[in-house]
């Protein structure tokens, strides 16, 4: 991975994506799609059951040179009371890594981070111990050719 990518993620996302490369076996010549990471500045607010409410446009962009749909998180805003769905969609098997940060730097929770069979995958993460407040979840694709990446900020209320 360039360094300008690395500088794009977190010192801990960092740590996480360099032991999902060893994993992959990845070989010089990575290309790196991921976002930048600029602080927190709304959410896509999205119903119970998954409708976009309204949209924030630096939220859930497509993951660049890979095949995959990221759908946003809903219900969000969510309750500590309550939890949030995640749901994604690969083609093909993928190293993936998904972390939820509570600043652009700071991983409170590493929610996956393994090879994922092709397919639908819901996610709901444990929140319950979560101060209320926004989080960003980050949604990373690991091939041993490309890291491709994509975020969306999430408001947990009391």
């Not at 076996?25 to 990575?30: H, K, V």
């Not at 290309?31 to 990471?37: G, I, K, R």
């Not at 859930?60 to 949030?84: I, M, Y």
């Amino acid at each position: 991975m360039s360094r300008q990518g690395m500088r794009c993620l977190g010192a801990a996302q960092r740590t996480v994506v360099a032991a999902c490369f060893i994993l992959a076996g990845c070989r010089q010549g990575i290309v790196v799609s991921e976002p930048s990471a600029p602080p927190f500045s709304g959410i896509t607010a999205t119903s119970a059951d998954g409708t976009v409410v309204q949209n924030d446009p630096d939220d859930w962009k497509p993951p660049q040179g890979v095949n995959a749909q990221v759908h946003p998180v809903h219900p969000n805003p969510c309750t500590r009371d309550g939890s949030f769905e995640f749901i994604f969609v690969l083609t093909q098997r993928d190293s993936v890594i998904v972390t939820l940060n509570d600043t652009p730097e700071h991983v409170v929770d590493v929610i996956i981070q393994q090879s994922v069979n092709s397919g639908e995958h819901r996610i709901t993460p444990f929140i319950r111990n979560l101060l209320p407040g926004p989080y960003r979840l980050y949604f990373t694709i690991v091939r041993p050719t490309i890291v491709a990446s994509t975020y969306g900020d999430i408001q947990i209320n009391p």
